[in-house]
């Protein structure tokens, strides 16, 4: 069976600017340096049940792991990483910007940082490669942590000023924009749990950030509109696939309604008539029973122990049909440091993708995460989730076998199965 792809499709990956650019000064780097032993402390209890704990624990109980610092040094070597994507088939690529090296004071913009993205997408562009450019990737300047960071009064009008000086510059190479990037992962780990800087658990804060981050796409979408009418501009989703655990359990289905209310459409109905497009990011499966919580099988999981579980974003891409907006998967990757599964994911993903296009669903375009391996976050550099993989004491790139099988498909424009 081929599954097949339109004439047209945008095949690539993403990255982040924090994630892979190194030598950041933000909200961020601030926090990990206060927070580096803890976690190194709690990685055990956090990560010692996954298979292949014994590979990780010396990288996940070293506080330095927890350190972003040069990262991969994208901001150096980004011509290199975009001739690695280049020879490996891809024909876009989405990266954001570091809102902190474009405004490190207040009002007060970096020329230099300006020129050096200005740079970035004309090298995309050199390559055949089509930016899609995220402009807000978590990441805050200090100056702004310090009015409250997200819930600073004026933070939606912040935001439309960074917008507009930078896609002001960009404006005659970029058509792609996507504002902000998973609002829902920094409402709930940042917010509700408080795992994430600033690290409050209110529900009031949880709701003001709901209203605050779709405050500040709607006024990005119309300072881009406004600048450059025939951009595309979006909203990356990170959406799951909830389903009840008994299909005929009212209680099971209700929560399910909740969840999927909550975590998937709710910043999509508050930014609805401020898309152009849907920019999906699809990692998570969740089979929920009343009241117990998740009762997912785990059969095959990545080296997070995150569910496996390809089918969800077929029946995510249908649900999405009724906002009548093409689609994108800016996002949808795994962690496998021996890269045992990857090619296996990428493959079933895709078929997923070509299935719900079979039904009438208006996809457009796949970005495998990561490009290359990069600094997770809370849980740093230890999950490899590269289609290069990075070696941090060298910063060698070498494209990992799945890396090559990614290519073969793009250049076949389709899978046979």
Known sequence: MKYEFPKGFLWGAATSAHQVEGNTHNDWTEWEKNNASRLAKESRGRFGHLPNWKEVEKEATNPQNYISGIACDHYNRYKEDFDLAKSLGHNAHRFSIEWSRIEPEEGKFDEVAIAHYRDVVETLRERGLEPFVTLWHWTIPLWLRDKGGILAQDFPDYFARYAEKVVTVLKNDVTF???????????????????????????????????????????????????????????????????????????????VKIADYFHNRRILDLTQGKNDFIALQYYFHDRLKFPVGRTNNNDTVSDLGWEIYP?????????????????????????????????????????????????????????????????????????????????????????????YAYKKIIEDNGIVD
């Open 311 to 403: 089918e969800g974003l077929c029946y995510i891409i249908k649900k999405l049909a009724v906002y009548k907006l093409p689609i994108y998967i800016t996002e949808n990757g795994i962690s496998d440091k021996k890269d045992f599964r990857r090619e296996k994911f990428i493959k079933e993903n895709l078929k997923q993708i070509s299935r719900a296009m079979s039904e009438g669903a208006d996809v457009r375009g796949y970005f495998y995460w990561s490009l290359l391996d990069n600094f997770e976050w809370d849980k740093g550099f230890w999950p490899r989730f590269g289609l290069v993989e990075i070696d941090y004491e060298t910063l060698e790139r070498k494209p990992r076998p799945s890396a």
């Open 177 to 255: 924009w996507v504002t902000l990037n998973e609002p829902l992962s920094v409402i709930k780990n940042s917010y509700l749990l408080g795992n994430w800087p600033p690290q409050r658990t209110n529900p009031f804060a949880v709701w003001q950030t709901y209203k605050t981050l779709a405050k500040a796409h709607n006024l990005g979408y119309e300072t881009i509109k406004k600048i450059m009418p025939s951009s595309k501009v979006g909203l990356a989703n990170i959406i799951n696939f909830f389903e009840p655990d008994n299909p005929h359990s009212i209680f099971d289905k209700f929560i």
